[in-house]
C-alpha cells in the first residue's frame, strides 16, 4: 500500500510539471538540502564558499522544518522555505500544496548537493522553475529506478566521490561545482550567546538522544559515566520529545551526584541548544546531531557509537584543519560492548588536554 501511494503520487507530480505558472517568487540561486539537523550541520561549512560565488545575489534555501530555524542565521539566504517531509508521502493536500508552492518558484540555478539524495529532494529540484540543475548521482547501493527517473531533469550531474565519508563528500561537491578553492573545516561556525543563562559554572552537555534507536547508549551507562565527571563542571542534560524526557529521567535515577545536573530536555529550540553546545567545555552524546554541532563550533564532543563499516558521518576523515575538534569516537560492533571504562578514559583524555 505505501509503495502504491508513493508511485501515485510520483505520477501526480510528473503530471504536475507540465504546468508552469508565472513565478511568484524570483532568485539567482534556489539551494535544496531536505534531510536531518546533523547532515546540514555537516554541510553548512560549505556556505562560506557559496557566499563567495553568489555574493551580492538573492539565493533561497529549501529545507526540512526542523533545521529551517538554523538556516534563517546564515546571511546568505534571503529565503529560507521549510518543508515537513514526513507529511510530503502522507499527506497529499500537503503534497499539493508543496508542489504549488516550489512550482511558483523560478531561479537561474537549482542546486542539490546531497550525495544521499531522497525522492522528495528530487520532486522539488524538479518543480523549481529553471534551467541549470546541479546534483550529484548519489548513493549506488540507494539508486532507485525513480531516482533514474528523476535524472532527466538536472542539467549536470556529478559522478559519485571516490569516498564514503560525508564530509568529503560535501568538500568534492563543493569544490567540483561551487568554489574550486574551497577546503573544509577552516572556519568555525560563530553563533550568538545564549538566551538564557543556564549556569554560571563551566557545564558539559550531555546529548543522549538520536532518531535512531540502536545509537542509543544504554541509560544506565549514561549514568555511571556522567557520576565520574568532576564537580568543577554542571551536567546538561538535552533533548526533545517524550521520549527523550523519559530516558533523561531513568538516567538522573540511576546517578548517585544529581545536585550539578540541569534537566533542560523540552526547554531549548534547536537554536537555543546550538548555542548552548558553542559554549560548552564538551559535549557527550550518542551518534547524533550533537557532536556534529559541537565540531563545526570547535567544541570538543565525544561521541558514544557502534562501529559503522561505511564510516559515513563518525569518525571524522583524516586531514582536517583543525582535528583537535572532530568527535573523540568511542565505539565497539555492538553498541552494547562499549563499556563505561572505554568512554571515561577517552572522556579524561580529553578533559586533560
Known amino acids: 500500500m505505501a509503495r502504491l501511494k508513493s508511485f501515485l503520487f510520483h505520477l501526480y507530480s510528473i503530471l504536475f510539471y507540465m504546468t508552469r505558472p508565472k513565478p511568484a517568487a524570483r532568485y539567482d540561486a534556489v539551494i535544496i538540502r531536505v534531510d536531518a539537523i546533523g547532515d546540514y550541520v555537516v554541510w553548512r561549512d560549505a556556505l562560506s564558499a557559496y557566499r563567495q560565488r553568489f555574493a551580492g ?5 529549501i529545507c526540512a522544518e526542523v533545521v529551517r530555524p538554523l538556516a534563517e542565521l546564515d546571511p546568505l539566504f534571503c529565503r529560507v522555505y521549510g518543508i515537513e517531509k514526513g507529511k510530503a508521502f502522507r499527506d497529499f493536500t500537503y503534497f ?3 508542489l504549488r508552492q516550489c512550482r511558483s518558484i523560478a531561479a537561474g540555478q537549482v542546486i542539490y548537493p546531497a550525495w544521499a539524495r531522497q525522492k522528495i529532494g528530487d520532486i522539488l529540484v524538479e518543480a523549481v522553475q529553471s534551467r541549470e540543475k546541479v546534483g550529484m548521482k548519489g548513493y549506488a547501493w540507494k539508486r532507485s529506478l525513480a531516482q533514474t527517473f528523476h535524472n532527466r531533469a538536472y542539467t549536470r550531474l556529478l559522478e559519485n566521490p ?5 564530509i568529503e563528500s560535501v568538500e568534492y561537491f563543493t569544490r567540483t561545482a561551487i568554489l574550486p578553492t574551497y577546503r ?6 560563530q553563533l550568538p550567546v545564549p538566551q538564557k543563562r ?3 559554572r563551566p557545564y558539559i ?3 543522549i538522544s538520536s532518531n535512531d534507536l540502536d545509537r542509543i547508549w544504554p541509560a544506565e551507562r549514561f549514568a555511571a559515566l556522567a557520576d565520574q565527571i568532576p564537580d568543577a ?3 546538561l542534560f538535552t533533548g526533545s520529545g517524550e521520549a527523550d524526557r523519559l530516558r533523561v529521567s531513568q538516567v538522573l535515577t540511576l546517578m548517585t551526584n544529581r545536585d550539578r545536573v540541569s534537566d533542560l530536555v523540552g526547554k531549548t529550540d534547536v537554536v537555543e541548544l546550538s548555542c548552548l553546545i558553542s559554549r560548552a567545555r564538551m559535549v557527550v552524546g550518542n551518534d547524533s546531531s550533537a557532536v556534529h554541532i559541537a565540531a563545526a563550533t570547535h567544541v570538543p564532543s565525544l561521541c558514544i557509537t557502534r562501529r559503522c563499516k561505511q564510516k559515513i558521518f563518525v569518525p571524522y576523515p583524516d586531514g582536517l584543519p583543525f582535528p583537535q575538534f572532530n568527535p573523540r569516537v568511542v565505539s565497539a560492533e555492538k553498541l552494547s560492548d562499549v563499556s563505561v571504562e572505554m568512554a571515561k578514559e577517552a572522556l579524561d583524555a580529553m578533559l586533560n588536554q
Open 57 to 61: 545575489v538573492r539565493v533561497a534555501l
Open 96 to 98: 499539493r500544496r508543496l
Open 162 to 166: 571516490d569516498t564514503n565519508y560525508e
Open 184 to 189: 573544509y573545516g577552516l572556519n568555525p561556525w
Open 198 to 200: 543556564w549556569t554560571d
Open 205 to 207: 552537555i550531555f546529548a
Open 233 to 235: 563542571y554542571q551536567l
